[in-house]
């Protein structure tokens, strides 16, 4: 297939902010698309060539990409220097200078692929000769859009979700969605998908199940609003396990090669070097494990959540295995040669504790079986008591649900007991230029909830209170600006901001209350809502609209 039919698709994305617009050009356009070229296309159509976890990165500045569109034109630097700084997009200032249009997809795909792979001495220069090459062979549509992909601007406003609904609607039913996403939430990597789907169907689909190496999305909790609900809600004798405010850990294990992923499905297994030796003495055969990572004392005791955050480094990690001692506490297995997500936890729970030796440094996690509510608030208490974050209440007959927030698992914190609401976890979308004591920094910051059904962000607060002053001046560099409102965010013309951010980064924070408000596109606010801390989470797992809503019901 020709790039160009690929770019003129673009194209016609780029023309719409509807989402089922969107989804009807997708569907239209992976129909055409051959069986072996799907996978790819798929990856492109999210400006990506790979799965996030894989973490390939093309590594190529503004800089670098002004130096191709020169070499490919024949320009000077300096000039299309001065273009890109007036047109702000890069896509527009590479359009200007394209030539031939001889460009196929595969073609393309395989030389941002090389481009991603040069490392070391002299890997920028050929960096700038790939690029430069495959923009020489572009027309100007084409162009544009490889210049955006190359910098991950490529502002469309397709998300996975966008993709996942148009491969069902383009190969199966509607009623194959289902299916769909739940071998996504296994399997996150949407060119395996497109893949299967196109190859084997949707019965290629069902069978996707957990492998060592493919970090599946983490199963979540859900919420009561009284103790007394659990009964009716998962039925006695229930699990009752102690809930960790650490960071998840997924651990991949086959014989002595392991690698943890975050739960962004990020790879940290550098932060954790004595957690991976730890892993090697500790479990038993090829597995995948869920877990939390804790800091702890010399004597093992737990310690609060943010001493973590100094093991999120990448140099001295060594100096601070020692400062920041750190702990695994297991509570799931997903795999152990076979793909367990379907089993009933109880069967988890058992294999899990064959496979693990219980060890300074790795513990399972503290539990007991329960058959009343009296019997919860006396673990719920215990924990509370050493410092921990509450309960997780278990199913004991739950499969694993990979990325689902179900009742298989309810959490109980202490918040809930004084009657007060679960914080929020918002999408910073955009901020706004501090004035006084703030001035040189943002005054507050635009949040966001994630709406699922429509792949958009809707904004709820801006976000002003709770900052430190190291949190407060640190914005500016933390916060990437991108010259445009992101494609995905849906915001009132009465709130727009100063700058806007790709969402990319979740906030944790407390509220009042909420209140219906016809300024933020989520149709109510958080009235005085505090920064509490950073999040670890993607921003499709940010609290969701839906979740709003049942806090105002
Ligand atoms: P919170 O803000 O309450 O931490 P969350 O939005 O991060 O919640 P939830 O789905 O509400 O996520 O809670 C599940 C999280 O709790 C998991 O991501 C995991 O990191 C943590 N956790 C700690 N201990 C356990 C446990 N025993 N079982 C399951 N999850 C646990």
């Known amino acids: 297939m020709k790039f160009l039919e690929l770019a003129k698709v673009y194209e016609e994305l780029e023309k719409t902010s509807s989402y089922i617009a969107m989804k009807e050009i997708l569907t239209k356009f992976f129909k055409k698309v051959s069986k072996d070229e799907l996978g790819i296309v798929a990856y492109m159509s999210l400006g990506q060539i790979a799965c996030q976890y894989a973490d390939v990165n093309l590594g190529m500045a503004d800089k670098m990409a002004v130096k191709s569109i020169a070499l490919a034109g024949g320009e000077k630097e300096e000039i299309v220097l001065r273009k890109y700084k007036k047109s702000g997009d890069v896509g527009e200032t590479a359009g200007e200078y394209a030539g031939r249009g001889t460009l196929t997809v595969k073609n393309v795909f395989e030389t941002l692929h090389k481009i991603a792979q040069a490392e070391g001495g002299g890997s920028q220069e050929r960096k700038t000769k790939l690029l430069a090459n495959l923009l020489s062979q572009a027309t100007p549509l084409e162009a544009r859009y490889l210049a955006r992909i190359v910098l991950g601007d490529?502002?469309?406003?397709?998300?996975?979700?966008?993709?996942?609904?148009?491969?069902?609607?383009?190969?199966?039913?509607?009623?194959?969605?289902?299916?769909?996403?739940?071998?996504?939430?296994?399997?996150?990597?949407i060119g395996i998908i497109a893949r299967t789907i196109a190859h084997k169907g949707i019965n290629g689909i069902k069978k996707i199940g957990v492998e060592v190496?493919?970090?599946?999305?983490?199963?979540?909790?859900?919420?009561?609003?009284?103790?007394?609900?659990?009964?009716?809600?998962?039925?006695?004798?229930?699990?009752?396990?102690?809930?960790?405010?650490?960071?998840?850990?997924?651990?991949?294990?086959?014989?002595?090669?392991?690698?943890?992923?975050?739960?962004?499905?990020e790879d940290i297994t550098p932060q954790f070097p004595d957690i991976v030796q730890a892993i090697k003495k500790a479990v038993k055969g090829n597995c995948v494990l869920d877990s939390e990572v804790m800091p702890v004392d010399s004597k093992g005791n737990l310690l609060p959540f943010q001493i973590l955050m100094q093991r999120r480094r990448k140099y001295d990690v060594q100096e601070y295995i020692k400062k920041v001692p750190v702990a695994l506490f297991v509570f799931d297995i997903l795999y152990n040669g076979r793909s367990l997500i379907r089993e009933k936890y109880e069967k988890r729970y058992a294999i899990l504790k064959r496979t693990v030796r219980q060890t300074d440094k790795i513990k399972l996690a503290l539990q007991k079986m329960c058959k009343d509510s009296d019997c919860i608030e006396d673990l719920f208490n215990k924990t509370v008591e050493h410092g921990g974050e509450g309960v997780v209440i278990k199913n004991i007959h739950g499969p694993y649900e990979a990325g689902v927030r179900g009742w298989n698992w309810v959490k109980w914190?202490?918040?809930?007991?004084?009657?007060?609401?679960?914080?929020?976890?918002?999408?910073?979308?955009?901020?706004?230029?501090?004035?006084?004591?703030?001035?040189?920094?943002?005054?507050?910051?635009?949040?966001?909830?994630y709406d699922e059904k429509k792949d958009r962000f809707l904004t709820l607060c801006k976000l002003g209170s709770g900052f430190n002053d190291k949190e407060l001046f640190g914005l500016l560099k933390k916060f990437k600006k991108i010259t445009h409102k992101p494609a995905r965010l849906e915001v009132a013309k009465t709130i727009e901001a100063d700058v806007w951010f790709d969402p990319r980064i979740v906030v944790e924070v407390t509220g009042a209350e909420i209140t219906k408000s016809p300024n933020h596109t989520a149709g109510y606010a958080l009235r005085f809502p505090r920064f509490l801390r950073w999040r670890e989470k993607k921003p499709e797992q940010a609290t969701t609209l839906k979740e709003i809503l049942s806090f105002v019901k």
């Not at 490529?154 to 996403?181: M, N, P, Q």
């Not at 009752?240 to 086959?254: P, S, T, W």
């Open 213 to 265: 190496g493919v970090p599946i999305q983490s199963m979540l909790c859900q919420r009561v609003k009284a103790i007394e609900e659990i009964g009716k809600k998962i039925g006695y004798p229930v699990i009752v396990e102690e809930k960790y405010d650490g960071e998840r850990v997924q651990v991949h294990k086959k014989g002595n090669k392991i690698k943890l992923y975050s739960r962004r499905l």
């Open 413 to 449: 914190k202490p918040e809930y007991v004084k009657g007060l609401r679960d914080t929020f976890d918002l999408v910073v979308v955009g901020a706004y230029y501090g004035r006084g004591r703030r001035a040189g920094t943002y005054g507050a910051l635009l949040c966001a909830v």
């Open 154 to 189: 490529l502002r469309l406003g397709v998300g996975d979700k966008t993709v996942l609904d148009a491969l069902s609607t383009a190969y199966a039913s509607k009623e194959a969605r289902k299916e769909l996403e739940h071998a996504y939430n296994i399997c996150p990597d």
